[in-house]
């Protein structure tokens, strides 16, 4: 490496943070930069390969207690006088083919290709959608498609016919799957790809969106038909909600995959202030505004 870089710093947390927060950084930032998302993006490749390397180092407790002590030039390749005697991630694991993108891989220095900061298969940030694989596992790897479908199909499940090797094949999409989420296939690993919705904001197995009242409604209450993936609510909304407030409905989010029941949905309330008003409207808000003067909003 011609510079060192802040294995801490990369994934953005704290020397004291805990083995979760670094997961946690780590698939965030992975997923974002990861180079089947960003084909061609330099900025986003040398990113990627930072954030893998800084996980695993920081994710081992021997190699985390290492790189404290002596900083990443332990793990440097011909770090001869590091506490290792040498690099001890010597040594190289070839070129690997994953469906119909092939990347090269090192341990040892860049062999040509598609250098994934001298230690993983892209791909293994992508396991723990099998519940739990170590990400730095090294079983043999499996040849990896995308398919890509809409909001709605990842909420409710969908059949996608797809061409694989030259084959038309039906590939079957459980409810709940999110972006990024990986399913086995026969012989294949299929990579899932969902578009973003305008409506919808999804957390998981829950969704939040908003809706807008008008000053009169939410001071009053009022009833209104709430949009989810699972279909219309029919929301009561009490007299004096307040601007921002979140009401959670039960049951109503997204499948999960593993598991029973799904997530919730939550609706956040926004409060529409009027641009134009009559005369009269002008007149009532003033009269209301002294009022309030008086007595106070409640």
Known sequence: MAESIDFYGALGVSKTASATDIKKAYRKLALEHHP??????????????EVTKAYEVLSDPQKRQTYDQFGAAAFEQGAGQGPFGGNPFAGGFGQQGQGPFTYTYTTGGNEGGFDFGGFSDPFEIFEQFFGGTSPFGRQQRRPVYSVSVSFMEAING??????????????????????????????????????????????????ISDIELSFAKASLGTEVEVNTVAGPVNLRIPQGTQPGTVIRLSGKGVPRVRGSGRGDHYVQIKITVPKNLTARQKELLKEFDQEKGKHGWF
């Open 36 to 49: 089947d998302r960003n084909k061609g993006n330099k900025e986003s490749e040398t990113k990627f390969k």
């Open 158 to 207: 969908v059949a996608k016919r797809v061409s694989i090797d030259g084959k038309t094949q039906t590939i079957k999409i459980p409810p709940g799957v999110d972006n990024g989420s990986r399913i086995r296939f026969q012989e294949y690993d299929i990579l899932v790809e969902v578009a973003p919705d305008r409506k919808f904001k999804r957390e998981g197995a829950d969704i």
